[in-house]
């Protein structure tokens, strides 16, 4: 079955075309990060204009680079939500369009479960159960994953998202949205060592976050400070530390309360080289294993969403899908909740 699967949930317009004999065939993407960077955020009515722009041209890009044609495909696969709703519009409305005219099933995916199991589609996969690090610009989460559909929370940020950390510390020290990748790069000239951040949360007992007070502690060093390169890179450094210990700490503690001996590392975050690294070295040491989506497929993309609509095809799940004749987006979802109809 060839899934045709389109993500317009925040600044990436991404599409892809999977197949479940053959895999991945083709995916292409457009980032707007050059066009709200001068904003120092994402602007969401430019987001959506933007999305329109792109989505058709990359459609057609997406078919020609698989080398099939529209009246091939067996179902389309549009992120519904969570994300910005104007934005989420454009991939819904393309999507429900598109299954009416070509009479094949529409199904409307969770971003968060598009970012959970985009590990799956990589060699060596995970198998069923296994603890879900969900790290992305919006979200901080530990779940358990039983199977598609069926996620337990263990524990997630009481304040900002581990991406919104570095993004908001990266801004205080001058460099562009959104400066996760960046703040990274600049960490690696750092001393580690030279400064100490608080680990928030790492002894609550329980596996909630907490990351706001991060950017706090890097104002009051940048206030109290000379700012040289050496010291901003070293700012950097002990931010980026914190922030990989305590993900580190709690990911382990998460594998050890539910017993579980795979961890799969999902959103924007999961590039980070460090907790990578970090994460790697610790699990080998409790014989677990570390799960990562190729490195492409950290940040928002449509071929994460073209595989969890292939996921779910295939499952039992939803046996009667049909083609779309109405269709909503959900700008807030609990992952949690994703099986309970509300529209
Ligand atoms: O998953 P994603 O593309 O979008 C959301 O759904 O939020 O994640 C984007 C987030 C941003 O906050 C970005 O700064 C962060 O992921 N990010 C990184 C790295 N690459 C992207 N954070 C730390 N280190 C990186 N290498
Ligand atoms: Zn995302």
């Known amino acids: 079955m060839l899934v045709l699967g389109i993500e317009t949930s925040c600044d990436e317009t991404g599409i892809a075309i999977f197949d479940t004999e ?49 009246h091939q495909l067996n179902a389309i696969a549009y992120t519904q939500g969570p994300g910005l709703a104007g934005a989420l519009l454009v991939g819904a409305s393309i999507g429900a369009g598109l299954s009416f005219a070509l009479n094949i099933p529409a199904l409307g995916i969770h971003h968060l479960e ?145 017993g579980l001996k795979q961890l799969v590392v999902a959103g924007g975050v999961g590039a980070n080289t460090e907790l990578r690294n970090t994460l790697n070295h610790r699990a080998a040491n409790q014989n677990a294993t570390v799960f990562y989506p190729e490195l492409e497929f950290c940040t928002d993309n449509g071929a994460m969403i073209a595989f969890a609509g292939a996921m779910r095809l295939q499952t039992t799940l939803h046996q009667n899908w049909q083609p779309a004749r109405s269709f909503t987006v959900k700008a807030r979802w609990d992952l949690e909740r994703i099986e309970q109809s509300d529209d």
């Open 114 to 258: 598009g970012h959970l199991l985009s590990p799956l589609l990589s060699r060596p996969a995970p198998a069923f159960p296994f603890v879900a690090l969900l790290v992305s610009g919006g979200h901080t989460q530990l779940m358990r994953v039983n199977a598609v559909g069926d996620y337990h929370l263990l524990g997630e940020t009481v304040d900002d998202a581990a991406g919104e950390a570095f993004d908001k510390t990266a801004k205080l020290l001058g460099i562009d949205y959104p400066g996760g990748a960046a703040l990274a790069k600049l960490a690696q000239q750092g001393r580690p060592g030279h400064f100490n951040f608080p680990r928030p949360m790492l002894n609550s007992g329980n596996l909630n976050f907490s990351f706001s007070g991060l950017k706090t502690a890097a104002l009051t060093l940048i206030n109290k400070q000379d700012i040289t390169e050496q010291i901003r890179a070293d700012i950097a450094c002990a931010f980026q530390q914190a922030v990989v210990d305590v993900l580190t700490e709690k990911s382990l503690a998460a594998l050890a309360q539910t």
């Open 22 to 70: 053959r895999g991945l065939l083709s995916h292409a993407l457009h980032s707007q990060i050059l066009l709200h960077s001068e904003y120092g955020g994402v602007v969401p009515e430019l987001a959506s204009r933007d999305h329109i722009r792109r989505v058709l041209p990359l459609i057609k890009q997406a078919l020609h680079s698989a080398d099939c044609h529209l």
